[in-house]
Every structure is written in structure tokens, then in C-alpha cells.
């Protein structure tokens, strides 16, 4: 049997009025995934567990079977392992994004959290410039992707409390800067960054063509390495991982899968779809498992780009599942578990935990399932109503019940 898990970032939503109160996913065209809801077992997951904050971090190590309540220890590490950084027991690792602060009403506030989607290329000369003139001994900036970038205080102190920038478009900062341990630092380190970049002459290019400038960093999602317990000694089965965020890909070093790389990958909606697809039918060649992973529909929730939304799910579903379809009859059985890791909807422009629609298909035993892919498969009592998100990988894998489960 091979197995393939496929997660559209942030796909689930709320209605929409200028929807009629529908869904990006309920309007949106989505045949293959309607076609596996038809024959799969259908319904409801809590990826998120309670008392967390909803995010792709704590939603992926759930979906892979690791209870984040016993092994979470924050987002940036799991980055840092993506980057190749190998943290230290005293080491602290801070996400650092790039971002663009303007003043709305007279106040600084978060006007982009991406810094107008800046390219690699661009990021890394301004992520030159902060280490520097802010790095040293203690502390060490490494570029990442586009705006994802990573801060490593050596020796630095647990306990800040930070808040990711996302979750604060377009409103004042003052209230959301690091506070607790370390805070002046950091907030030192934040407003330092504004004046090494505001005249950056990559900020200045950018802003003569019309884009917005990535004036800022941003420090959140503080953590110390995480211990994981290897996925294959898990669960017995060789994997891998295909995804254009360093966050997914670090979760994936951790466990000891197969990272994938593919060619145009970015992360954003102009990302290399069938390049996933194809890569992840040659990896199952080899291997028994594989996580696809794509970031477009997450990234237009954020945006609030309501036709950008049902552009990158219908997308996802022509240019990913479809031909997954098409390909993957020609290794065999296998079974598809299909699920955002938590939703990002249009309006709030942010991570909700609400439970998410999931489906598993298994191509040796069709099932009478639901009409179609979409929110619907929240609504009522259902095979896959887990109690905790944890568990669905073990279900998946069709394992004794609790086995792997911990």
C-alpha cells in the first residue's frame, strides 16, 4: 500500500455573504476532490488541540501523528532544522519575518507581514544587513524564503511571549511587541531593524516600482529543540515530505523523512503544482509515504483575496489532485488522506482552530461517502469525528487502535 497525504494550507473557511453565504471551497470547482469524498470516508478533525494556537506548526505534527501537547516546543526550531541550523540546549530560536510597518491614523502599524511578498534574492541582502549590524556572538540571523527568515539567541531567555504578524494586519503594533523575557531586546532589535532598512537601497528599488517595502523584522514563534520520535521507527514505513515552507520541511527533518525538493516551489499561489504531484508519484516509486504540502490557499486567506482563494483551491485540485489520480493507479493499492491543517478564512484574515473537513481514500475499498469535498463534512457524526487530531494518522494507516498514538 503507498500513502499519500495531501494538505491545502488554511482551505477551510467560513461563508462568505458575497458567496451567498457559501465558502471559497463550496464554490469552487473541485471535481477530484469531489470525486474522493464520493468514494472515502468522510467528516471532521481537530487538528489543533485546546489551549493552542491555531497554526501549521501544532496542525502538522497532529496530522503526522505527534501529540503536540507532549512534544511541541515552539515553531522557529522546527525551522531551524529546515535551515540546516542545528540548535544548541541553550539556544533560543525566534521566527523573523520580514515585514512592511506604515503609519494608519498617526500609529506604526503592520501593514504587510510579508513585506509586499519580497523575493529570496531581495530578502537575503536585507537579512545581510540586520546580522551585520545586529548579530554577534549572542545572537545570529539566517536568511530563509521570500519574507520567512530565523533569529538564534545563544543562552537567551525562556518565557517571551510573542504574537505572530498575520494575526495583526493593519492594526497599531504598540500592543503586540514581544513582552515578558527578553522583551526589551527584542523590541529593541524590532526598531532597530526599521532604520537599517527603511533607506535600504533594496527598499528604495522597490519602492520606485510601486511595491511595498519590507522596512521591518518581526520576531515571534520563540522555541528550544524539540525531541521527535523518528516517523519510520513510528510507524514503520519510509517517507517523505514535498513543501516550499521551511516551517513543514524542518517537522519533516525532525522526523526523519525524506525532504523532497521542487523545482519553482515558492510558497505563494505562483508555486509549481504539477511539479509537486509529479515529484511525489516518483518519490512513492521508492517510498511508502509522502507529505504534500501547499501553502497558495493559506496565503490568500491571509490576504483576504476571496478570488485569489477559489483560484489557488481550484488550482490545487486540477493541478495536484487531479493528476495524482491519473498517476497514481500505476503503483498500486494506495490510500490519499486529503485535509487543510486548520482553516484561514477570508474575512479574519488569520488561523482559526475549528475542526476541518478531511477525507481518506482507499482505492481497494470504495465507500458510499458524502456528495462533495467541503465544509459539509463538518456537520454531524462521522468516521472520522477523532477526538484528537493525533490520532487520524494511525486510523490512516489502518493500525491497531493506539498504536503509534502518543
Same mark, same amino acid.
Given at each position: 500500500?503507498?500513502?499519500?497525504?495531501?494538505?491545502?494550507?488554511?482551505?477551510?473557511?467560513?461563508?462568505?455573504?458575497?458567496?451567498?453565504?457559501?465558502?471559497?471551497?463550496?464554490?469552487?470547482?473541485?471535481?477530484?476532490?469531489?470525486?474522493?469524498?464520493?468514494?472515502?470516508?468522510?467528516?471532521?478533525?481537530?487538528?489543533?488541540?485546546?489551549?493552542?494556537?491555531?497554526?501549521?506548526?501544532?496542525?502538522?505534527?497532529?496530522?503526522?501523528?505527534?501529540?503536540?501537547?507532549?512534544?511541541?516546543?515552539?515553531?522557529?526550531?522546527?525551522?531551524?532544522?529546515?535551515?540546516?541550523?542545528?540548535?544548541?540546549?541553550?539556544?533560543?530560536?525566534? &521566527?523573523?519575518?520580514?515585514?512592511?510597518?506604515?503609519?494608519?491614523?498617526?500609529?506604526?502599524?503592520?501593514?504587510?507581514?510579508?513585506?509586499?511578498?519580497?523575493?529570496?534574492?531581495?530578502?537575503?541582502?536585507?537579512?545581510?544587513?540586520?546580522?551585520?549590524?545586529?548579530?554577534?556572538?549572542?545572537?545570529?540571523?539566517?536568511?530563509?524564503?521570500?519574507?520567512?527568515?530565523?533569529?538564534?539567541?545563544?543562552?537567551?531567555?525562556?518565557?517571551?511571549?510573542?504574537?505572530?504578524?498575520?494575526?495583526?494586519?493593519?492594526?497599531?503594533?504598540?500592543?503586540?511587541?514581544?513582552?515578558?523575557?527578553?522583551?526589551?531586546?527584542?523590541?529593541?532589535?524590532?526598531?532597530?531593524?526599521?532604520?537599517?532598512?527603511?533607506?535600504?537601497?533594496?527598499?528604495?528599488?522597490?519602492?520606485?516600482?510601486?511595491?511595498?517595502?519590507?522596512?521591518?523584522?518581526?520576531?515571534?514563534?520563540?522555541?528550544?529543540?524539540?525531541?521527535?520520535?523518528?516517523?519510520?521507527?513510528?510507524?514503520?514505513?519510509?517517507?517523505?515530505?514535498?513543501?516550499?515552507?521551511?516551517?513543514?520541511?524542518?517537522?519533516?527533518?525532525?522526523?526523519?523523512?525524506?525532504?523532497?525538493?521542487?523545482?519553482?516551489?515558492?510558497?505563494?499561489?505562483?508555486?509549481?503544482?504539477?511539479?509537486?504531484?509529479?515529484?511525489?508519484?516518483?518519490?512513492?516509486?521508492?517510498?511508502?509515504?509522502?507529505?504534500?504540502?501547499?501553502?497558495?490557499?493559506?496565503?490568500?486567506?491571509?490576504?483576504?483575496?476571496?478570488?485569489?482563494?477559489?483560484?489557488?483551491?481550484?488550482?490545487?485540485?486540477?493541478?495536484?489532485?487531479?493528476?495524482?489520480?491519473?498517476?497514481?493507479?500505476?503503483?498500486?493499492?494506495?490510500?490519499?488522506?486529503?485535509?487543510?491543517?486548520?482553516?484561514?478564512?477570508? &474575512?479574519?484574515?488569520?488561523?482559526?482552530?475549528?475542526?476541518?473537513?478531511?477525507?481518506?481514500?482507499?482505492?481497494?475499498?470504495?465507500?458510499?461517502?458524502?456528495?462533495?469535498?467541503?465544509?459539509?463534512?463538518?456537520?454531524?457524526?462521522?468516521?472520522?469525528?477523532?477526538?484528537?487530531?493525533?490520532?487520524?494518522?494511525?486510523?490512516?494507516?489502518?493500525?491497531?487502535?493506539?498504536?503509534?498514538? &502518543?
Amino acid at each position: 500500500m503507498k500513502y499519500i497525504v495531501l494538505v491545502p494550507d488554511g482551505m477551510s473557511d467560513l461563508p462568505v455573504a458575497e458567496l451567498g453565504e457559501r465558502t471559497p471551497l463550496e464554490v469552487a470547482a473541485t471535481p477530484a476532490m469531489d470525486w474522493l469524498a464520493r468514494r472515502g470516508e468522510c467528516g471532521r478533525v481537530q487538528t489543533v488541540p485546546p489551549g493552542f494556537e491555531p497554526g501549521s506548526d501544532v496542525a502538522a505534527l497532529s496530522i503526522l501523528g505527534y501529540d503536540p501537547r507532549t512534544c511541541y516546543t515552539g515553531r522557529s526550531p522546527l525551522e531551524a532544522a529546515s535551515m540546516g541550523i542545528e540548535l544548541g540546549p541553550d539556544d533560543v530560536a525566534f &521566527r523573523c519575518n520580514l515585514v512592511t510597518l506604515a503609519r494608519r491614523h498617526g500609529d506604526l502599524a503592520m501593514a504587510d507581514y510579508s513585506g509586499g511578498h519580497i523575493s529570496s534574492k531581495e530578502a537575503a541582502e536585507l537579512m545581510k544587513t540586520v546580522d551585520e549590524h545586529l548579530g554577534g556572538a549572542e545572537l545570529a540571523f539566517y536568511p530563509g524564503k521570500m519574507y520567512r527568515h530565523l533569529m538564534v539567541w545563544h543562552g537567551g531567555p525562556e518565557g517571551c511571549r510573542t504574537t505572530p504578524p498575520h494575526d495583526i494586519l493593519d492594526q497599531p503594533i504598540a500592543g503586540y511587541l514581544p513582552d515578558g523575557a527578553g522583551r526589551d531586546r527584542l523590541r529593541h532589535l524590532i526598531a532597530r531593524s526599521a532604520d537599517l532598512l527603511s533607506a535600504h537601497p533594496v527598499n528604495a528599488r522597490r519602492q520606485a516600482q510601486g511595491k511595498a517595502p519590507a522596512n521591518s523584522i518581526w520576531l515571534w514563534g520563540e522555541g528550544k529543540a524539540p525531541h521527535l520520535q523518528p516517523f519510520a521507527q513510528k510507524y514503520g514505513l519510509r517517507g517523505g515530505v514535498i513543501s516550499a515552507v521551511d516551517l513543514v520541511l524542518g517537522i519533516g527533518r525532525h522526523l526523519g523523512l525524506r525532504i523532497i525538493d521542487v523545482p519553482g516551489a515558492t510558497g505563494f499561489t505562483d508555486t509549481n503544482y504539477e511539479g509537486k504531484a509529479e515529484y511525489a508519484l516518483k518519490a512513492l516509486e521508492e517510498l511508502d509515504f509522502v507529505y504534500v504540502h501547499v501553502e497558495a490557499t493559506d496565503e490568500a486567506g491571509h490576504m483576504g483575496d476571496l478570488e485569489g482563494k477559489i483560484s489557488a483551491i481550484e488550482d490545487f485540485d486540477r493541478r495536484v489532485v487531479q493528476r495524482l489520480l491519473e498517476g497514481l493507479p500505476r503503483l498500486g493499492p494506495h490510500r490519499i488522506l486529503l485535509l487543510p491543517d486548520h482553516a484561514t478564512p477570508v &474575512r479574519l484574515r488569520t488561523h482559526c482552530s475549528d475542526p476541518v473537513p478531511a477525507l481518506i481514500y482507499t482505492s481497494t475499498h470504495e465507500v458510499a461517502g458524502m456528495p462533495a469535498y467541503d465544509e459539509h463534512l463538518l456537520e454531524g457524526e462521522c468516521p472520522l469525528a477523532m477526538t484528537a487530531g493525533h490520532e487520524l494518522m494511525a486510523h490512516f494507516l489502518r493500525l491497531p487502535h493506539g498504536a503509534g498514538v &502518543r
